[in-house]
């Protein structure tokens, strides 16, 4: 038997309560800067057929009028340039040994064992599309999850 106290129900509803409040008030606060990121993924790969560098309302009255509304697009040539420039100098996590026992060799064994995970995920992938969301968009990231081998192993 545990020693912790059990927590009451009104106890657990007012833990669920405050944590919809942070999720709410983060999602408030974040909504500025993600309306922002879509604007300028839009922005940044808008051409003429689907016009996401003119705002609505102006190409709406300019196809009323039946006036053009080019687009010659500046900025995608630019994005892309700097996410092929990361493309070729390839992300990758690097061990280096500090502390008292750190050694170098057990940091290219560990360094061995992520090389290897990176591979059999596919990481490049991962590390190539949060690259180009960062330069289209400003926010780019990946998640890293976790597995375990067994329902009854620590092992992952």
Not at 36 to 64: A, E, H, T
Not at 87 to 101: A, C, F, L, T
């Amino acid at each position: 038997m545990s020693d912790a106290p059990a927590t009451s129900f009104t106890e657990d509803q007012e833990i669920v309560r405050e944590a919809q409040k942070r999720t709410d008030k983060a999602l408030e606060l974040e909504a500025y800067a993600r309306d922002n990121l879509i604007q300028d993924v839009k922005f940044g790969v808008g051409d003429s057929r689907n016009g996401y560098q003119w705002p609505d309302d102006m190409r709406k009255s300019r196809q009323v009028d039946q006036r053009p509304s080019l687009t010659i697009n500046k900025t995608e040539q630019h994005c892309l340039q700097i996410v092929n420039d990361a493309r070729q100098n390839k992300s990758g996590i690097k061990i280096r040994p500090v502390g008292d026992e750190a050694t170098f060799e057990a940091a290219q064994i560990y360094e061995g064992i992520i090389r290897h995970i990176e591979y059999e995920s596919n990481a490049q992938a991962a590390y190539e599309t949060a690259s180009w969301w960062q330069v289209f968009g400003g926010i780019g990231y990946f998640r890293v999850l976790t597995e375990y081998v067994s329902d009854d192993s620590f092992d992952q």
